[in-house]
């Protein structure tokens, strides 16, 4: 230690405080070249690679123009170079023992670098949660939800988890679940779903809507009908589609129903009979008749 660092009463000589005035200078100048060269970096990986790449880039640049300037500002300083390495040995030793959960994230954000299943500006889904990715770190994914919330999310639990890419492809796919009344026209049902595809003028005509009979359901025949839509139009194909759908089948006289149930005391007793009232005046009327025990 003693060899590291000076006794105090020698930092008041001259060439002590000359010392210390050419670390700072030299401190002051690395700030000042690490900003210029994490520009210039993050300037000319900007040309030829992804976002989150050129900002790797400038933080690469960033760290290493500092970290020079830093060497030399505490070899001015009289630190011995050897000694500062073995320290440094040792303290990543310790640190590595002692954050070993942060250690399996820089891992894990490795792999997510190599392997770049995502990039920033996409969105992605982990679990429960859907999102913007903001940044890719060493140690976390950073996210921005659709209701504006900030979502970090390590890297370990990312590399874990099924991890969906909304935005990977250009196109994307909205499948639409509806049913018509068993006693509809399934040709119909079909001509009317199609003729609404082709009246949205953001359904795409490549790849051509799908019409599937999923089966016969407990009040409904059941179908799904899908509609492929650019990225940027998706949102709002989902929010008009169905909307056109239900307009359609109005106009089209085709039911789309509601669960049926029918109420029984007993297998050898009639439905019970209900009738329907408008007003209260005649709701009353209804229950006293049903308390007398003359059901309407």
Not at 4 to 23: K, Q, T, V
Not at 25 to 49: C, Y
Not at 197 to 215: S, V
Not at 274 to 288: C, G, H, I, L
Request: with cysteine.
């Amino acid at each position: 230690m003693q060899e590291l660092i000076a006794p105090f009463s020698d930092w008041l000589n001259p060439e002590r405080l000359i010392s210390l005035l050419r670390a700072g200078i030299f401190i002051g100048l690395g700030i000042v070249f690490a900003r210029l060269a994490a520009a210039l970096a993050h300037k000319t990986a900007g040309a030829h690679l992804d976002a989150h790449r050129a900002m790797l880039a400038r933080r690469l640049a960033y760290y290493l123009v500092l970290a020079l300037f830093l060497v030399s500002a505490l070899h001015e300083l009289g630190f011995s170079l050897g000694v500062l390495l073995g320290a440094a040995g040792v303290l990543s030793v310790a640190l590595g023992f002692a954050s070993q959960t942060s250690a399996s994230n820089l891992i894990s954000g490795l792999f997510l670098l190599s392997e770049r299943p995502f990039a920033i500006g996409d969105v992605i889904r982990i679990g429960t949660t859907t999102g913007e990715v903001m940044s890719i770190d060493l140690l976390s994914v950073k996210l921005r939800t659709f209701d504006n919330l900030f979502v970090r999310i390590p890297n370990e639990s990312v590399i874990k988890s099924e991890v969906t890419t909304l935005t990977r492809f250009p196109i994307r796919r909205y499948d639409v679940q509806v049913g018509i009344a068993y006693k509809g026209d399934i040709a119909k049902a079909r001509e009317v779903l199609m003729g609404v595809a082709d009246r949205n003028p953001l359904c795409l005509e490549e790849p051509k809507p799908l019409f599937i009979f999923l089966g016969f359901g407990d009040s409904a025949l059941n179908f799904q009908f899908s509609v492929w839509a650019s990225q940027e139009n998706f949102l709002e194909v989902r929010n008009s589609i169905q909307e056109e759908i239900k307009l359609a089948f109005d106009d089209a006289g085709i039911e789309i129903p509601f669960p049926h149930r029918t109420l029984y005391t007993g297998s050898v007793t009639e439905p019970f009979p209900v009738r329907v009232v408008q007003d209260r005046d005649a709701a009353s009327a209804t229950v006293t008749d049903v308390q007398s025990g003359n059901p309407s």
